[in-house]
């Protein structure tokens, strides 16, 4: 079982910065993919940024590249979103995301925003963006 411990979200203005973490517990060794997902609102859950582990091969939305940065500290199991030029748009509930296996036949370059197929998710941290 991989637990997943989000932290790092708070309330900044328009065009600050925010570096969110997720700590994994060890057994997450097992987990080869990371993402993370956001959901505001009466808004459906979408994917943010997504990491193949082993490759290290990143993936964005793109209403967050060139803006959000996921990265991978293996030697202490955390994820990291570093948030720059945040906007209002960006506040909402961010979850990490991890899964040990990838479905057959379904490429994690073009599907790693499906958030059915990831396995363990941390409790949330909320980000608020204000104008």
């Known amino acids: 079982q991989v637990q997943l411990v989000e932290s790092g979200g708070g309330s900044v203005q328009d065009g600050g910065s925010l570096r969110l973490s997720c700590a994994a517990s060890?057994?997450?060794?097992?987990?080869?993919?990371m993402a993370w997902f956001r959901q505001a609102p009466g808004k459906e859950r979408e994917g943010v940024a997504g990491?193949?582990?082993?490759?290290?091969?990143?993936y964005y939305d793109a209403s967050v590249k060139g803006r959000f940065t996921i990265s991978q500290d293996n030697s202490k199991n955390t994820l990291y979103l570093q948030m720059n030029s945040l906007k209002p748009e960006d506040t909402a509930m961010y979850y990490c995301?991890?899964?040990?296996?990838?479905?057959?036949?379904?490429?994690?370059?073009?599907?790693?925003?499906?958030?059915?197929?990831?396995?363990?998710w941390g409790q949330g941290t909320q980000v608020t963006v204000s104008s």
């Open positions: 995301a991890a899964a040990s296996m990838w479905p057959v036949l379904l490429i994690y370059a073009g599907t790693w925003y499906t958030a059915s197929h990831y396995n363990w």
């Open positions: 060890k057994s997450a060794n097992s987990a080869n993919y």
């Open positions: 990491i193949n582990i082993r490759s290290g091969r990143t």
